[in-house]
């Protein structure tokens, strides 16, 4: 699944496809940081199989925010699973306290999250917390 038009690049596993997650990885791209982006990205993927994660990004009068929208597989799914086969379960939203480029904001955001996944406090927040 190829999401930029960019790149030859893949980025799937646990992201979920989305216009936004386009957005910051052609940033990223643009910028030279892919190969940080990317990384943040394996460091993630590293743990909870069935658990995918949708970005979606935004700006609330100039001050950005990104949510993370979490789906888990359903019980019984098989193995060959689409989307169907799984349910959302929690969405978290971090907003910027400052006015800056969207784009960076969730660059950063994914990044802090694949930082010593699955042990940071964001990650636990956003992927394992049930609430």
């Known amino acids: 699944m190829k999401i930029q038009k960019t790149s030859n690049v893949n980025f799937q596993a646990k992201f979920l496809k989305s216009d936004s997650l386009e957005q910051v990885v052609n940033y990223a791209i643009e910028r030279g940081k892919f190969d940080k982006l990317n990384t943040a990205r394996k460091n993630i993927d590293n743990t909870h199989f069935s658990t995918r994660l949708k970005v979606d990004i935004g700006n609330d009068e100039g001050r950005p925010f990104v949510r993370f929208t ?62």
């Open 70 to 131: 979490r789906y888990n597989l359903k019980p019984n799914a098989p193995i060959d699973y689409t989307m169907d086969d799984f349910r959302q379960e929690k969405t978290t939203v971090f907003k910027s306290s400052v006015k800056m480029n969207p784009l960076k904001f969730a660059f950063e955001k994914i990044i802090k999250l694949g930082n010593d996944a699955p042990h940071n406090n964001m990650y636990k927040k956003v992927v394992k917390d049930k609430r």
